[in-house]
């Protein structure tokens, strides 16, 4: 069976999500927990997949991987308690054998929370500029990729003590979101108008904004048009998400509506 699983993440202690020699991350600890339950021998043959890639201290709320398994029953059942308590599966599903997780999601949605916000107001109508298809090369380190991507929605919020810039999109380039945080900051501190922002989309330019730090940065939601079973965060996780610093705190209040309802009956079998 493909085997579609929906999971969170805190990104500070992983060097990211893709697999690196000697190195912790999501993608080296998630095959581990798989193969000590011997979901799959080999990830390559079992055609282990994530939907996309995050930095070094980027968080996610709702990531995707996908994997052949003949024991769905088994990874549903145990892979949270295997797995190390900063990841945690949410939800499950059965795709088509075609199904890839990068390739057929059709949409991804980042947010960057400030700590300090300035001027939510003009951070939101700075945050429009954004909106359509634009060469990203100033916001982004483009390498031999096309630097052009299309925004479908782009705003800024005021939640809690956070300014929150919400951004989805059908892609996106290294480092694109933080540096289009860099510059919603300056705006909200007043050191850059909207206007700026648009001359850096219609180049050219000289030189690529900064990225902003990635203690701020969560993969949102990615859109693969599929629904997902719901599952509980296992008793491990609960509890490292409740001792952990403030961006942790918000990702335990963000993971609730990922969680079942507890009144709802168990999780079926497949």
């Known amino acids: 069976m493909n085997l579609a ?12 999500s893709q697999m690196q020699p000697d190195l912790r991350t999501v993608e080296s600890e998630f095959i581990a927990a798989a193969r000590h339950l011997r979901l799959f021998d ?16 980027v968080h996610a709320r709702c990531q995707v991987c996908s994997f052949r398994t003949d024991k769905p029953e088994l990874a549903i059942e145990a892979l949270n308690p295997v797995l190390p308590p900063d990841i945690w599966c949410t939800g499950w599903a059965g795709v088509p054998d075609d199904f890839h997780p990068r390739y057929s999601a059709v949409s991804r949605t980042y947010r960057y929370y400030f700590s300090a916000p300035g001027d939510v ?10 909106l359509g298809r634009h060469d990203f090369s100033a916001f982004a380190r483009v390498g031999d990729r096309n ?15 956070f300014a929150v810039f919400e951004v989805t999109g059908e892609s996106f380039i290294w480092n694109m979101v933080r540096c289009m945080a860099t510059m919603l900051g300056r705006v909200g501190r007043g050191e850059a108008e909207a206007a700026e922002i648009t001359r850096l ?35 491990k996780s609960s509890r490292h998400l409740a001792n952990r610093h403030r961006y942790h705190v918000l990702m335990a209040e963000i993971s609730a509506d990922l969680a079942p309802d507890p009144r709802q009956p168990e999780t079926p079998g497949i």
């Open 42 to 57: 080999d990830w390559r043959e079992a055609g282990f997949a994530t939907a996309g890639r995050t930095d070094r201290g």
């Open 147 to 161: 630097p052009e991507r299309r925004i479908f929605a782009s705003r800024v919020f005021a939640d809690g003590q």
């Open 201 to 235: 989309l219609v180049g050219p330019v000289d030189r690529r904004v900064a990225a902003a730090p990635p203690e701020g940065l969560i993969l949102w939601d990615i859109e693969c048009g599929i629904p997902f079973a719901p599952l509980p965060i296992d008793a």
């Open 121 to 130: 107001a003009a951070m939101h109508e700075a945050a429009e500029a954004f």
């Open 5 to 16: 699983l929906r999971f969170s993440y805190l990104g500070d202690r992983f060097f990211g």
